[in-house]
């Protein structure tokens, strides 16, 4: 019954007469049609091979390699200096992590997200933050009056969910307040450029404020989509094993 009301709203909002603004906006766009568009604007990403630099606030950068075949992997290789120093495999139920400086393997699950960070991951999530998609957004939502971007709101008793959408139907920024735990979450997109027939995103900021105080940037200097990849996860016998 809900996928039949969704359409229904779907083809209502189809049916109205809309217009576009000077910030080439649709008006009267229902916030179920503005976040189905988005959905139907996702990047066709089946292999992903790129090189990315990664600056956290108040500490190093470094670079991380990523490597993925989206529906079952994905592979980061983190380096600096030239020298790796983690390598984290991926998987829909696993987080296998190679810590090379202090020469341990930690096998962990989904959990560890919400020990170490304080915030609830699985691996569609991060399928779709490497893609650039926004994360959550299972619920209702509603327009909120906004004049260069389409932005939907989703609230409830434990949280509200904001979405900025740009005229082209890509994800400009997400904002989620988790409000019984007074966690927030920021995820930015920029420099959207096109990889073939890709639309993708070059320049992501994650400000995470949670367990701890995170302002990330990541900024994409190689990247190759839908080409065969491989990434290998070879752990040393002599290392550590820590659950």
């Known amino acids: 019954m809900r996928m039949y009301l969704a359409l229904a709203v779907l083809l209502w909002a189809g049916c109205r007469t809309q217009k576009v603004n000077n910030e080439g ?27 990315a630099r990664v600056a956290i606030e108040g500490s190093t950068e470094f670079t991380v390699q990523v490597t993925a075949e989206t529906d079952s992997f994905i592979g980061l290789s983190f380096r600096l200096i030239g020298l790796e120093g983690a390598r984290i495999l991926l998987t829909p139920d696993s987080v296998k992590i190679i810590d090379r400086i202090n020469k341990q393997y930690q096998p962990r699950d989904y959990s560890y997200f919400r020990e170490q960070f304080g915030i609830d991951l699985d691996f569609q999530s991060l399928r779709d933050l490497l893609a650039g998609m926004p994360v959550w957004t299972d619920g209702s939502w509603f ?9 939907i709101r989703q609230r409830s008793p434990d949280r509200e969910n904001d979405l900025y959408i740009l005229p082209g139907f890509n994800l400009s920024a997400q904002h989620i307040k988790d409000l019984v735990n007074q966690r927030e979450l920021t995820l930015r997109n920029g420099s959207y450029k096109k990889i073939g027939e890709v639309s993708f995103s070059h320049t992501r900021h994650y400000l995470l404020n949670a367990v701890d105080n995170y302002a990330i940037q990541v900024e994409w200097s190689s990247l190759t989509l839908n080409e065969d990849v491989d990434f290998t996860f070879t752990v040393n016998p002599k290392y550590e094993v820590v659950r």
């Open 143 to 151: 327009p909120v009056e906004n004049d260069s971007l389409y932005h």
């Open 25 to 51: 906006l649709s008006t009267g766009l229902a916030a179920v049609s503005i976040l189905e568009q988005t959905e139907a604007n996702r990047p066709d990403i089946r292999t992903l091979n790129g090189r």
